[in-house]
């Protein structure tokens, strides 16, 4: 089993600038892909940004140029710059990892609990 923790969210006025962090843990052989999604309320869940094994990033249009996805394979940690925060960047923030836990074993995605990011003034 792997455990994800996420933390750093909160309640920021527009234009300021929050860092997330999801840190896995528990039986873990080899991380893959490291993404966050959001939901807001009412909404879709969506993809923010990903990152690949390789470093490789991606990012959603609404938020290119303002996020900045970044792993620490050390430590097995993803983190989520975000400058430039909008009332629309309120959501939920969700990290979501696949992980493979043995040599043998197939790869497993994981979600996070939640991490609340308000934008408001």
């Known amino acids: 089993q792997v455990q994800l923790v996420e933390s750093g969210g909160g309640l920021v006025q527009p234009g300021g600038s929050l860092r997330l962090s999801c840190e896995a843990s528990?039986?873990?052989?080899?991380?893959?892909?490291m993404v966050w999604y959001r939901q807001a309320p009412g909404k879709q869940r969506e993809l923010v940004a990903g990152?690949?094994?390789?470093?490789?990033?991606n990012y959603a249009d609404s938020v290119q140029g303002r996020f900045t996805i970044s792993r620490d394979s050390v430590k097995n940690t993803m983190y989520l710059q975000m400058n430039s925060l909008k009332p629309d960047d309120t959501a939920v923030y969700y990290c979501?990892?696949?992980?493979?836990?043995?040599?043998?074993?197939?790869?497993?995605?994981?979600w996070g609990q939640g991490t609340q990011v308000t934008v408001s003034s």
């Open positions: 528990g039986s873990i052989f080899s991380i893959y892909a």
């Open positions: 979501n990892v696949a992980v493979r836990e043995s040599l043998l074993s197939g790869i497993k995605v994981y």
């Open positions: 990152i690949t094994s390789g470093g490789s990033t």
